[in-house]
């Protein structure tokens, strides 16, 4: 019994101990280049950190269909745009896809990009790990970059669901109708306690063995007294009382909530967005991937089709974005070997490394997975401010030996 | 005879326990989110496929109180039984511990149903008559009890400029990550129904199916409990 102790013990101790700690929704757990070659997030913005109860937290962004979309998950045809959180920690209140309302899924088609906005309310005081997300229906759900999102309990909002009917009344969707729906269930209940207590309270049950053994499946014993005449009138009242419940259950939903519509079921196409001009092609000959450094070198052919000069601005993939820092500062960079800036016309090969621990971090490229693949959006910018997304993909070069 | 109560208390509190628990799980088995989310309480699929999961276990027990005891409360039991695991898990896990209101979560009832299909045995002393009867009065009454709470579910509100169901305002608003909304499996129109009476075809045809229950519920008690009981019994 010491060593059986001793044993959980120890076996609690160790678990306790060496456990890691859980504090997402598993962002990185599907493979790497799955999640490189069907979503990509760009511009994910979330409208504050820190709310109360009540009070409005707005999710944006951009979630592109990649056309590097693997055939092995099937085509990409209906999406859903949703939250990953744990539980029911925010209402969903409002969602635009493409600035189109959309509270169910929304059919979707690759190369596609989707604006989205979703106004979330505070419901549940806490620090929460909030994402957006992209499900396709028959690959599964895509995560999107996260942010800590604190609800204070005393953050100076008060949460309440109200929510107004179409005739006018507004109610509690917390709480709507739990005390008739409550009373209904346990009034039937109460109704199959007495019956079944009628038939086991007064006489024997495990001792009836011995009697019903000795006769046919389809008696129910009357002539030695199991079932009595009695009982069969119980019954029937039983039987009667039960279906004047369900009667008078009908009446009341009749008067009370005459108008009633079946439950709907929302299917739309968003709007397309506006197509911008095609300015940038790129052909990417080569791509390195140096796992000890966590380095990703890519040559790349870039060409100006456009009328105005265009620069490369940063390279997203999954729910990363690698930003040229001869555009703009930021936590991932993208350094190319010659400039980036290509006039109308021009055509040059550039060299594109991201050096950034994040690789390993997020799993995206790794050697022992059947695909070593990086796929993305390539975005340029022309000197009128419009963007070109390229979508590329390119297979992997790793550096397997030292 | 003193004794032989006691037995009696210790087997119907024990029992309650199992009998709970293999009904929640066949019911969740087969019709899990139908049951679950309030928003996916509709008028076509839910009829079919809820009836048909919650009349096997009940069935199973119907044969076993009647072949061994003669007692016509084996859906009853079973029935008061998954309704009290439902109430307990529905609230204690779901509402407390994971915080989704009761008002998307409220669980179907099969009481009543169970009950006349109990009456229905008692009467006519026959599995096959209650089968087709009984299986058939048990879908119109679940349809019958749950559309009683559902109705106030069943409002129409604007909501994200669309009109929609409470139930579906609150399948929306209350966050469930890995439930994508195409998932749910709900009337969607179909050019197969008769004369536009989705619902009517529904108990129909939910009622055939629950006969089809009803006798994968006789083949367990049949040949899974009562059979190697019986078989253990004569060896002795």
Redesign the interface.
């Known amino acids: 019994m010491p060593r059986l102790a001793f044993g959980v013990a120890l076996a609690v101790l160790l678990t306790i101990t060496t456990a890691g700690e859980v504090a997402a929704?598993g962002e990185r757990a599907q493979e790497g280049f799955l999640r490189m070659e069907t979503v990509a997030f760009s511009d994910v913005s979330f409208s504050t950190s820190t709310l109360g109860p009540g009070q409005n937290l707005t999710i944006s962004g951009n979630a592109t269909i990649l056309d590097s979309w693997p055939e092995t998950l099937g085509e990409p045809k209906?999406?859903?745009v949703?939250?990953?959180?744990p539980?029911?920690?925010?209402?969903?209140?409002?969602?635009t896809v493409n600035g189109m309302?959309?509270?169910?899924?929304i059919f979707i088609s690759k190369g596609q990009t989707y604006a989205f906005s979703m106004t979330l309310v505070g419901r549940?005081a806490g620090v929460w790990h909030i994402h957006p997300?992209f499900?396709i229906?028959g690959a599964g759900?895509l995560i999107g970059p996260g942010q800590w999102i604190t609800v204070e309990s005393g953050g100076g909002g008060t949460f309440n669901?109200s929510?107004?009917?179409?005739?006018g009344q507004t109610?509690n969707?917390?709480?709507?109708?739990?005390a008739?729906?409550t009373l209904?269930?346990w009034l039937?209940?109460l109704?199959?306690?007495v019956?079944?207590l009628y038939?086991?309270i007064p006489r024997?049950?495990?001792?009836?063995?011995a009697v019903?053994s000795q006769?046919p499946?389809?008696?129910?014993?009357h002539e030695i007294g199991?079932?009595t005449r009695r009982?069969?009138r119980v019954?029937?009242w039983?039987?009667i009382g039960?279906?004047l419940?369900?009667g008078a259950?009908?009446v009341?939903?009749q008067m009370?909530?005459p108008?009633?519509?079946?439950?709907?079921?929302?299917?739309l196409t968003p709007p397309a967005g506006q197509t911008p001009p095609r300015f940038a092609e790129v052909q990417v000959q080569r791509a390195d991937y140096d796992p000890a450094r966590s380095t990703l070198s890519m040559d790349v052919r870039a060409t100006n089709s456009g009328s105005a000069a265009m620069t490369l601005a940063s390279f997203t993939t999954s729910t990363l974005t690698f930003v040229n820092p001869a555009v703009a500062p930021a936590e991932h960079m993208l350094v190319a070997d010659l400039p980036a800036t290509l006039q109308p016309n021009e055509s040059r090969l550039l060299r594109l490394t991201m050096q950034d621990v994040v690789w390993t971090e997020e799993r995206l490229i790794e050697v022992d997975k059947p695909r070593i693949d990086i796929a993305g959006l390539l975005v340029f910018k022309n000197t009128e401010d419009v963007e070109d997304r390229v979508a590329v993909r390119s297979s992997v070069t790793p550096k397997l030996f030292p | 005879?003193y004794l032989?109560?006691k037995?009696?208390i210790v087997?119907?509190i024990t029992a309650a326990f199992f009998v709970g628990a293999a009904a929640d799980i066949t019911r969740l088995l087969f019709a899990g989110d139908w049951d679950f989310w309030v928003?996916w309480?509709?008028?076509q699929w839910w009829p079919i496929l809820t009836p048909f999961a919650t009349i096997i276990i009940p069935s199973a027990i119907q044969y076993i109180l009647?072949?061994?005891?003669?007692?016509?409360?084996g859906a009853?039991?079973t029935?008061?039984c998954l309704?009290?695991a439902s109430?307990v898990g529905r609230v204690y896990q779901w509402q407390d511990f994971?915080?989704?209101?009761?008002?998307l979560i409220?669980p179907a009832?099969v009481?009543?149903g169970?009950?006349?299909m109990?009456?229905i045995l008692?009467?006519t002393?026959?599995f096959v008559l209650t089968s087709i009867v009984g299986a058939m009065v048990w879908t119109l009454?679940f349809w019958?009890?749950n559309?009683?709470?559902l109705?106030?579910?069943?409002?129409?509100?604007?909501?994200?400029?669309?009109?929609?169901?409470?139930?579906?305002?609150?399948g929306?608003?209350?966050?469930?990550?890995?439930t994508?909304?195409?998932l749910?499996q709900?009337?969607?129109g179909t050019l197969r129904s008769f004369l536009d009476q989705t619902q009517y075809v529904s108990l129909v045809f939910g009622s055939t199916v629950a006969v089809g229950g009803y006798w994968i519920g006789q083949a367990l008690a049949r040949f899974i409990a009562l059979w190697p009981v019986g078989r253990g019994i004569k060896r002795l």
């Open positions: 929704h209906v999406g859903y949703n939250v990953e959180a539980g029911p920690v925010m209402l969903m209140k409002d969602r309302s959309a509270p169910d899924a549940e997300t499900a229906q759900t669901n929510l107004q009917l179409l005739n109610i969707l917390e709480t709507y109708n739990l008739q729906l209904w269930h039937g209940f109704v199959a306690l019956w079944i038939w086991i024997p049950t495990v001792t009836r063995l019903t006769i499946l389809n008696s129910d014993g199991l079932i009982d069969q019954a029937v039983f039987a039960t279906v419940l369900l259950g009908w009341y939903q009370y909530f108008v009633k519509i079946p439950l709907q079921v929302i299917r | 005879m032989d109560r037995w009696d087997f119907w928003d309480k509709d008028r009647w072949a061994v005891w003669r007692l016509p409360i009853s039991y029935a008061a309704f009290l109430w994971v915080n989704y209101p009761l008002t409220w009832t009481v009543p169970a009950i006349l109990d009456f008692l009467r002393r026959s009454a019958v009890a559309y009683i709470p109705a106030a579910y069943l409002q129409p509100v604007q909501f994200m400029g669309h009109v929609l169901t409470v139930a579906d305002v609150a929306i608003e209350y966050l469930r990550t890995q994508p909304e195409y749910r709900v009337e969607n």
